[in-house]
């Protein structure tokens, strides 16, 4: 673990492609967990559903919305461990995970990091 305050890791192109690709696959999974699909229900299981994934929608928004803001400059002062460091956090708080719709951003990275590297 790094000390603070810290040198900043240059990224490599790849590794700047790889952070934008989850940033574009983790926005969809943000908009499908907000938009309901179908018609209008008055159920109280299907609202109960709604605001929980609304909440996981939210905490996904906050722990990305600097890596959009990195993204959008050129990843200057980008601490990536910091960011994955956020991401264990949020993946052990059991709402999130128990909600169903944890992706594994951490392996969707580093897949896509792989097929930058092997381009």
């Known amino acids: 673990m790094a000390t603070w305050p810290h040198e900043n890791?240059?990224?490599s192109d790849a590794e700047k492609k790889a952070y934008r690709n989850?940033?574009?696959w983790a926005m969809l999974d943000i908009r499908t967990?907000?938009?309901s699909r179908g018609r209008i229900s008055y159920s109280p299981f299907f609202v109960w559903r709604q605001y929980r994934q609304g909440r996981v929608a939210g905490r996904?928004?906050?722990w990305l919305h600097n890596l959009a803001q990195t993204a959008a400059t050129d990843?200057?002062?980008f601490d990536t461990e910091w960011f994955w460091r956020e991401?264990?956090?949020l993946f052990q708080q059991s709402?999130?995970?128990g909600a169903g719709h944890w992706m594994d951003y951490r392996k969707r990275y580093e897949d896509a990091l792989a097929k930058q590297s092997a381009a």
């Open 9 to 11: 890791t240059k990224l």
């Open 22 to 24: 989850l940033l574009y």
């Open 33 to 35: 967990l907000c938009q």
């Open 60 to 62: 996904l928004a906050d």
């Open 75 to 77: 990843f200057d002062h």
């Open 87 to 89: 991401y264990d956090g």
């Open 95 to 97: 709402t999130l995970v």
